[in-house]
């Protein structure tokens, strides 16, 4: 089609559009409205259930204002404002126990963040088997540790790493130590053992979404590479890694915004008398403030803080991934 043809064509596409009459635009518009309208009642109900788990708990900060007592219930507690945060600036002790509880918070992420690639990895290994029913059964293996709760996952690590456990009867019976080695119950190698219980339970399932990425990538790509001679690894290396990079990046920029965001089942299942210094991570320490320490105003100022910063590091990093990649996260 040549260039006269083309534009006689959007001229008569246009002058059509203006003989058109303005009661059928008008209706194409009530339909595209009443469309729309369809598909906004469609997620009406997740915007409600993020309301009511998200936002409605918000409600709960007022407790950090008052000296609450459950017996008494927040009208019959005493009005205390700002107290309980001047209290954790001014008090040197408590100072200093929210210092380690956020050495261990920050350890614990970065830790997680120097082994964010290795699903990656795995997924783009695994994808290389060329064995369907062998792939398969990896992948199976390796994704359900994820579904297990971590109180199951601690009876694993009880009955195997107890001082009474398979593995210290197996060493002593073979005579390799006379006393059990302390796993569990010691407050060395705190960090490492839960990035290692970390990485066995959330690798197949970390890899799941670069799998998914993977089959997105364009077959045209590794078929002229094979043209040009790669082999499997310079494909990896040249093709599926750098196609890759984009989700792997987005997921790191998550992974920065929610570094106090460690959770508490894993540590609150594991801790002890002897590791509590090490092993109490800011979620866990909110926990036990409000609930063992039966302070709830304290825990819910400490909460509060948490949730800001959160926040504050999520915009930074939104703002860093739009001047880098040109596109925000958020």
């Known amino acids: 089609m040549t260039t006269q043809a083309v534009l006689?064509?959007?001229?008569?596409?246009?002058?059509?559009?203006?003989?058109?009459?303005?009661s059928s635009r008008a209706d194409r518009r009530?339909?595209?409205?009443?469309?729309?309208?369809t598909m906004f009642l469609c997620i009406a109900p997740l915007l409600v259930l993020v309301f009511v788990f998200s936002y409605l708990p918000l409600y709960g900060w007022i407790f950090s204002l008052y000296d609450y007592q459950p017996a008494l219930g927040l009208k019959g507690s005493a009005f205390v404002g700002l107290q309980w945060f001047q209290m954790l600036v001014s008090s040197p002790t408590q100072m200093a126990q929210i210092v380690q509880v956020l050495a261990n918070t920050l350890a614990m992420s970065f830790l997680?963040?120097?082994?964010?690639?290795?699903?990656?990895?795995?997924?783009?290994?695994?994808?290389?088997?060329?064995?369907?029913?062998?792939?398969?059964?990896?992948?199976?293996?390796?994704?359900?540790?994820?579904?297990?709760?971590?109180?199951?996952?601690?009876?694993?690590?009880?009955?195997?790493?107890?001082?009474?456990?398979?593995?210290?009867?197996?060493?002593?019976?073979?005579?390799?130590?006379?006393?059990?080695?302390?796993?569990?119950?010691?407050?060395?190698?705190?960090?490492?053992?839960?990035?290692?219980?970390?990485?066995?339970?959330?690798?197949?399932?970390?890899?799941?979404?670069?799998?998914a990425a993977i089959t997105g990538i364009d077959p045209a790509l590794y078929e002229s590479a094979k043209i040009d001679g790669a082999g499997r690894f310079q494909l990896m290396r040249h093709i599926t890694i750098p196609q890759l990079m984009p989700t792997y990046v987005v997921l790191l920029m998550l992974s920065v915004a929610n570094l106090l965001n460690n959770g508490m089942d894993q540590y609150y299942v594991f801790q002890n008398a002897f590791n509590m210094q090490h092993i109490q991570v800011l979620d866990l320490y909110v926990y036990n403030v409000g609930m063992t320490g039966n302070n709830l105003s304290l825990a819910t100022a400490i909460g509060m803080l948490k949730s800001l910063i959160s926040v504050i590091l999520l915009i930074s990093v939104n703002l860093i991934a739009k001047r880098a990649r040109g596109t925000s996260i958020i």
């Open 8 to 22: 006689q064509e959007a001229a008569s596409s246009e002058l059509a559009h203006r003989k058109e009459p303005k």
């Open 30 to 37: 009530r339909r595209g409205g009443k469309k729309s309208f």
């Open 112 to 211: 997680g963040i120097l082994t964010s690639f290795l699903p990656i990895l795995f997924a783009v290994f695994l994808n290389e088997v060329k064995a369907p029913w062998f792939r398969n059964v990896v992948q199976t293996l390796t994704t359900l540790p994820n579904f297990i709760s971590w109180v199951l996952v601690y009876m694993i690590a009880f009955s195997l790493f107890s001082s009474s456990g398979l593995v210290n009867s197996v060493l002593t019976d073979s005579g390799i130590i006379t006393t059990p080695i302390k796993f569990l119950d010691s407050g060395q190698h705190v960090w490492l053992t839960m990035l290692l219980w970390s990485l066995w339970k959330g690798l197949g399932w970390g890899a799941i979404i670069y799998l």
